[in-house]
């Protein structure tokens, strides 16, 4: 029995290695004969994912999320692209507790809304090999955020918040999947709004997407 695992895992490792380097071996010669050349066509893309805010900076509730992104490649060289675009996600914002104020003592509230970052960004890609990349990148912009709270004995309170976001996010693309590629993205944001009943807090967080991308 153990002689037969072993085997079948001496052929399975054999094949790998012979496989792997007839890969390396072609997208060396590729390589060679692209080196000294920069792509100067600019491909647009356009995104779109759907996931979760896994991970709330602050007491807020986890809950699904949904993204787009749309931009372009500046540069690609060899193994290396950039680009820039413009991104804009979406998660709610759920949260329910109690506060105190010498005025009303203690109260209960419900607070329900949500969230919009809108980036632009700027990304590195890596191209490992011909079907997967790996990329990562910053974001800069706005997050608008409303929510709706309702308060033990009062009337509900409507509010909105414009506020400096800030994000990194790296994520893995496998291409050649049809007309694009399916990518996996964590995307961690920040930002700070403040609410009456909760004050100032981070209402970003870790969020996952998984997508596909489009390439014109």
Request: hydrophobic share 40%; charged share 10%; net charge positive.
């Amino acid at each position: 029995m153990h002689k037969s695992v072993a085997f079948i895992g001496c052929l399975f490792l054999t094949t790998l290695l012979l496989s792997t380097s007839a890969w390396a071996k072609e997208y060396s010669m590729r390589d060679v004969a692209q080196s000294s050349e920069v792509t100067k066509n600019k491909n647009t893309y356009f995104d779109a994912g759907i996931g979760a805010m896994l991970l709330p900076f602050s007491s807020y509730k986890a809950g699904f999320s949904v993204g787009i992104e749309g931009g372009e490649t500046i540069y690609h060289y060899r193994h290396s692209v950039l680009s820039v675009g413009l991104g804009i996600d979406y998660y709610p914002l759920s949260k329910s507790g109690s506060t105190t104020s010498r005025q009303t003592g203690s109260i209960s509230y419900n607070m329900t809304g949500y969230a919009l970052p809108i980036l632009l960004k700027g990304a590195y890609t890596y191209k490992l090999n011909d079907r997967i990349d790996v990329y990562g990148g910053i974001g800069l912009g706005m997050m608008v955020s409303k929510v709706d709270t309702s308060i033990s004995g009062f009337a509900s309170v409507n509010e909105q918040s414009g506020t400096f976001a800030f994000s990194i996010y790296p994520g893995i693309r496998v291409n050649r999947l049809g007309p694009g590629a399916l990518f996996a993205e964590f995307n961690f944001i920040s930002s700070s709004a403040s609410y009456l009943t909760t004050g100032s807090a981070n209402i970003g967080g870790m969020l996952f997407l998984i997508g596909y991308t489009i390439f014109f």
